[in-house]
């Protein structure tokens, strides 16, 4: 989405995504799953999503695809599975399994304070990776435009959430980060994704590779 767009800033280069309903004292409010299915693997917006009672056509309340992938942020926050923030030293940290199911610390401490991101940290272990380190002189445009939460004074492992939910507005965006809030938490606006994860030696997968680098 960054090099297709050209931009941190995706809600302003793609689309609002489910981001503008109203709160109804802790309901779920989010918008069903489905709705963008006719696009395919195309990018875009549905022609109108449902909350199972009204159905909404107008940005900014109706579900986005990106590339087949629905609702990509917005609309529910999602926990993100093998990752959880540990204290070390005086600073928090980032720790993920990688493809050998080994859990890493990533190199860059994630930020002291929650506000908007100015400064994404680099592991050469995981270049894909885009952590939070620093969040001062920034706002809801530039230069990445998302925000995050973190809990500097509390030690305890923490869980990630991502994304936003679908009253958060501008608060909202693949970058967006929830790192504050211990295991055990739950709400009306928090969920998840299954994805699919092959074992990494398997026959399947070590086939697909070999298709990627060109094979046949």
């Known amino acids: 989405m960054l090099i297709e767009f050209g931009s941190l800033?995706?809600?302003?280069?793609?689309?609002?995504?489910?981001?503008?309903?109203s709160d109804k004292n802790n309901v779920n409010i989010s918008c069903l799953t489905g709705a963008t299915s006719s696009l395919g693997n195309a990018s875009g917006m549905a022609a109108q999503t449902t909350d199972g009672t009204n159905t909404y056509t107008a940005e900014g309340a109706t579900s986005i695809s990106y590339r087949g992938e629905e609702n990509i942020y917005g609309n529910m926050w999602a926990f993100i599975g093998d990752v959880k923030i540990i204290a070390r030293n005086g600073n928090q940290y980032i720790t993920?399994?990688?493809?050998?199911?080994?859990?890493?610390?990533?190199?860059?401490?994630?930020?002291?304070?929650?506000?908007?991101?100015?400064?994404?940290?680099y592991d050469q272990n995981a270049s894909w990776v885009f952590i939070p380190t620093q969040c001062q002189?920034?706002?809801?445009?530039?230069?990445?435009?998302?925000?995050?939460?973190?809990?500097?004074?509390?030690?305890?492992?923490?869980?990630?959430?991502?994304?936003?939910?679908a009253s958060a507005r501008d608060y909202v965006g693949p970058f967006y980060y929830g790192m504050d809030y211990e295991y055990g938490v739950?709400?009306?606006?928090?969920?998840?994704?299954?994805?699919?994860?092959?074992?990494y030696n398997s026959n399947i997968y070590l086939m697909n590779i070999a298709k990627w680098n060109g094979g046949e």
């Open 137 to 165: 002189n920034a706002n809801s445009a530039v230069p990445v435009g998302d925000y995050t939460y973190v809990n500097a004074q509390n030690n305890n492992d923490k869980c990630c959430v991502f994304g936003g939910k």
């Open 9 to 21: 800033n995706l809600q302003s280069a793609f689309n609002k995504g489910v981001t503008e309903l």
């Open 186 to 199: 739950a709400g009306a606006s928090y969920g998840s994704r299954l994805i699919y994860k092959p074992t």
């Open 96 to 121: 993920y399994k990688d493809n050998h199911n080994e859990t890493k610390i990533f190199t860059s401490a994630i930020t002291e304070v929650s506000s908007w991101i100015s400064y994404f940290g």
